[in-house]
C-alpha cells in the first residue's frame, strides 16, 4: 500500500498526466529558477523604465505657471462700512474708506519699503510702523521717508452690489464710487 502511494505522487500514471508532464518540460530546476529570476528583473526594469519616461514625458508637457490669486478683491456691502470709516483688510492690504463723497480704496502697503500699514482711529491718520511714515486717510503723505502716497485702487459695484478693489489697477486720487 505504501509503494502504491509512493507511486503514485512521483510518477505520472496514465496518458493524462504524461500530456500534463509534457507541457512543463523542465522540470524545477534551479537553473528555471534563475531564469525565472532574470525574467522578473528585466520586467521589472522595464516598468521602472517606462514609469520614469512617463514622469519626465508629463513634466515636461505640464506648463511651467505660477498660479497667484486674483487681484479682484469682493469687499462686501457698502452698508457694512459705518460713515466717514476707513477699514484695513490686513489678508489682502487694502482700505476700504468711507467718505462724505463716496467709497474709494486704498493700498495700505508703504510706498517706503512694503511694510502694511495701520489706522490709527484717534489720530485720524495712516501709520507706518516700520519707520514712521504718516498718511492722511486719502493716502496722501504727512511725513517721514515714504516718496510716494498711498495709492488709490480701482474700486466699482458688482451686480450683486457688492464693492469689488482691482489691487492691481491704480486710479487718479477723488474718483469716489458713490452708492
Ligand atoms: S516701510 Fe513704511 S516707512 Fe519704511
Not at 503514485?8 to 518540460?25: H, K, V
Amino acid at each position: 500500500m505504501a509503494d502504491e502511494t509512493k507511486k503514485n505522487t512521483t510518477e505520472p500514471a496514465g496518458p493524462r498526466d504524461a500530456r500534463l508532464w509534457s507541457l512543463d518540460p523542465e522540470p524545477d530546476t534551479p537553473e528555471m529558477s534563475r531564469r525565472q529570476f532574470f525574467i522578473k528583473l528585466g520586467v521589472g526594469s522595464l516598468v521602472v523604465a517606462g514609469a520614469g519616461t512617463a514622469l519626465f514625458a508629463y513634466q515636461y508637457l505640464s506648463p511651467n505657471v505660477l498660479y497667484e490669486p486674483s487681484p479682484v478683491v469682493d469687499a462686501g456691502k457698502p452698508d457694512q462700512y459705518p460713515a466717514e470709516s476707513v477699514t484695513l483688510d490686513p489678508a489682502t492690504g487694502i482700505y476700504v474708506v468711507r467718505a462724505a463723497e463716496g467709497f474709494y480704496a486704498l493700498s495700505a502697503v508703504c510706498t517706503h519699503l512694503g511694510c502694511l500699514t495701520a489706522f490709527k482711529p484717534e489720530q485720524g491718520i495712516i501709520a507706518c510702523p516700520c519707520h514712521g511714515s504718516k498718511f492722511r486717510r486719502d493716502g496722501t503723505k504727512i511725513e517721514g521717508p515714504a516718496p510716494k502716497p498711498l495709492p488709490w485702487l480701482r474700486v466699482w459695484l458688482s451686480d450683486e452690489g457688492d464693492l469689488m478693489v482691482d489691487r492691481s489697477t491704480v486710479v487718479p486720487e477723488r474718483q469716489y464710487v458713490r452708492v
